[in-house]
């Protein structure tokens, strides 16, 4: 029988305050990708208490890796009194079922019934989301999209992906991904899931890396990532890399504003490298392409450490349960 599932309904709980001499509940939170765990502890002002983190063998088939690692990064929470835990996880995943799915990078995570596993170490509800989904919930707990029904936050860099609010809900549907095998260009590379053109072809840190190479760009700021010493390189190349760069991130992101008017854009990761240069070639580049009607889609960089996006979003999804 298909598992039902309720969307993410934006439904605060309510602040929790001391009873006797309990501590105030505060908000759990779990990233879960290929190889590494990350836990913190989230006041509900989205202030991180504490943090840890673990690691685990990518490549192994064996899941108890993956549950060592877990229990070490849980270890965190001890000693504090949860409202609930967040999961931001990488790969397929099932949220009504608990469990991700399947991640390309990490066969240990088939099917791994994450929920099950936290709510045994923590005793406190757990819900988990696709890392993307969750950290829309970041962005409009604690960051830009405070006070909006609708925007789009976009992670950039090594990896990318777009998480939608849309009339105050996440539009989280039965086998959404993250919109970086969206097609772009029917002729292009193929993609690492075998298909040609996928998004995340032409708009990664690893595209960035190699345009700059074919080029011949040297003397680049090793201090920067790409993105940043691009950037600042004065030479007229680096200049067209970055532009072309923004083109390609907008042809994913331009079509999401067709289909749901998101307005807002909120870009992590390393988007934040390229600064106010780079922010305003997204910018540009994204209203040019959309028709018109409707909000002008605007775009802002995160001041969110790039660690924490993903445990900021982990704290939304508990403060969203409805």
């Keep these: 029988m298909a598992h039902e599932r309720s969307p993410l309904r934006l439904v605060p709980e309510p602040a929790t305050g001391p009873v006797g001499a309990e501590a105030p509940a505060v908000l759990g939170a779990v990233e879960l990708v290929p190889g590494r765990v990350r836990a913190?502890?989230?006041a509900r002002s989205g202030g991180v208490l504490e943090r840890a983190e673990a690691g685990f063998d990518a490549a192994s088939l064996l899941p108890g890796e993956v549950d060592a690692a877990l229990?070490?990064?849980?270890?965190?929470?001890?000693?504090?009194?949860?409202?609930?835990?967040?999961?931001?996880?990488?790969?397929?995943?099932?949220?009504?079922?608990?469990?991700?799915?399947?991640?390309?990078?990490?066969?240990?995570?088939?099917?791994y019934p994450v929920t099950e596993r936290l709510e045994a170490l923590t005793g406190a509800p757990?819900?988990?989301?696709?890392?993307?989904?969750?950290?829309?919930?970041?962005?409009?707990?604690?960051g830009p999209g405070r006070g909006r029904k609708s925007f789009a936050s976009v992670s950039t860099g090594e990896v990318l992906g777009v998480g939608i609010l849309y009339g105050g809900e996440v539009l989280a549907p039965d086998g959404g991904r993250s919109g970086a095998h969206m097609t772009v260009s029917a002729s292009g590379e193929v993609?690492?899931?075998?298909?040609?053109?996928?998004?995340?072809?032409?708009?990664?840190?690893?595209?960035?890396?190699?345009r700059a190479a074919g080029l011949g760009i040297e003397g680049l700021d090793a201090s920067r990532g790409p993105l940043g010493a691009l950037v600042a390189c004065e030479d007229e190349r680096a200049?067209?890399?970055?532009?072309?760069?923004?083109?390609?991130?907008?042809?994913?992101l331009?079509?999401?504003?067709?289909?749901?008017?998101?307005?807002?854009?909120?870009?992590?990761?390393?988007?934040?490298?390229?600064?106010?240069?780079?922010?305003?070639?997204?910018?540009?580049?994204l209203r040019a392409d959309v028709l018109g009607g409707g909000e002008l889609p605007r775009v802002v960089v995160s001041e969110a450490a790039v660690d924490d996006v993903a445990l900021l979003g982990g704290a939304g999804l508990v403060l969203s349960r409805g």
């Design 126 to 142: 757990v819900r988990v989301e696709h890392r993307a989904r969750v950290q829309v919930l970041g962005d409009r707990w604690f």
């Design 239 to 252: 200049a067209q890399v970055v532009t072309e760069y923004a083109e390609n991130l907008v042809l994913g």
């Design 191 to 210: 993609c690492t899931c075998g298909r040609r053109g996928c998004w995340k072809t032409l708009a990664t840190t690893r595209w960035l890396r190699r």
């Design 254 to 285: 331009a079509t999401v504003q067709q289909l749901f008017a998101c307005g807002l854009f909120v870009l992590h990761g390393e988007a934040r490298e390229g600064g106010e240069t780079f922010r305003a070639l997204v910018e540009s580049r």
């Design 71 to 111: 229990a070490r990064a849980a270890g965190v929470f001890a000693g504090h009194r949860l409202s609930g835990v967040g999961v931001a996880a990488a790969g397929v995943v099932d949220p009504a079922a608990g469990r991700v799915v399947e991640v390309n990078d990490a066969p240990s995570l088939r099917g």
């Design 40 to 42: 913190a502890v989230v």
